[in-house]
């Protein structure tokens, strides 16, 4: 992993170069070993290009986008192709360089009309706060708690070196600093930012050669998009007659297929481009029921040594988000966490599971678990 946070005038691809040489480091090959690869970014136009940097050896290379689950994309694909027995060994790396403020882009990019961001509703922002009032409403969870959410994240995040925001925050502060769209403060919100990570793959049965760590498994790795009437960022219109999301059936499927169920999850890395979506994301994947939270969160379940934690490196609530490379970030921490190599932050009690979900406009979601 390339840490994350502001690099200067450092380029993307080289970001993700770093990442690439820093995983084939850690699993003990070289690039002439790696047979194929897949790379994800915002950014740039081809981040398959990241080959002219660390060898341009003629192999495959696929370039994936898929919003905020583009590194899931890029994880899926990469093991899907060597599932298939195409190949041994490959790469997956995502990596981006995003300008300061919110996420903004032409609404004709998302199939959207003009009017939709002319009247300001193509605003990341809005979406998320209106999706958190909603959902507090409905079940009970209070603002405090979305102020948990956070002040564990900046916790977190505080013991993780490669983390963007590495200060802790009181929830009193969280609380009263800008309100940006209701109910989400300044500080319960990521940050755009820039970063890369990396990972190397290959056939369990190879995984001895590739690591003089205990092997790491991908048990399943599932994307699933929005259905109709489902509550999603960038609709212009609210259904009447309602779906749950896609976060929903990706996790469902992702446990079925490892056939394991969220009880025997150790470690949870969930997508928390704001507070709320935690809180959100934590029954969607079926870790709890709706409204559970407000108890869970005062009880400290969600802490390093909770029952259930989650975002043990700060999520991206601390890391921020490089589009690209943030569910390999979350692959990065989730692999330590196996390992027994994430050090202040370690979850104790040797943990063998680890569960990853991530979700992006204008409605795609991807859950992954890995097992040692």
Known sequence: MHPFGRFGDKPCMQLGADAVQAALKDAGVQWSDIQFGVAGAHSIASPDAVNRLVGQTGIPFTSVFNACATAASAIKLTADTIRLGTYDIGIAVGMDKHPRGAFTDKPSMMGLPDWYGENGQFLTTKFFGMKANRYCEANGISHRTLAKVAAKNYRNGSKNENAFRRTPISE?????????????????????????????????????????????????????????????????????????????????????????????????????????????????????????????????????????????????????????????????????QLRGEAGDRQVPGDPKVGFAQVYGAPGVAAATILST
């Open 172 to 336: 009193d502060d969280i609380l009263s600093s800008q309100m940006l769209n209701y109910p989400l403060t300044h500080y319960m919100f990521c940050a755009p930012d820039e970063g890369a990570a990396a990972v190397v793959m290959c056939r369990a049965d190879l995984a001895e050669r590739f690591t003089s760590n205990k092997p790491v498994y991908v048990r399943s790795s599932e994307i699933r998009t929005a259905r109709y009437g489902a509550y999603e960022v960038h609709a212009t219109f609210a259904p009447v007659e309602e779906d749950v999301s896609p976060t929903v059936f990706a996790s469902k499927a992702a446990f079925e297929n490892a056939g394991i169920g969220p009880e025997d999850v150790d470690v949870i890395q969930l997508q928390d481009t704001d507070a709320g979506a935690e809180v959100i994301h934590m029954a969607e994947t079926g870790f709890c029921k709706d409204g559970d939270q407000e108890q869970l969160l005062a009880d400290g379940a969600t802490e390093i040594d909770g029952p259930m934690p989650v975002n043990t490196d700060g999520g991206l609530i601390a890391n921020g988000e490089p589009i690209g490379a943030s569910g390999l970030r979350q692959m990065h921490e989730l692999v330590r």
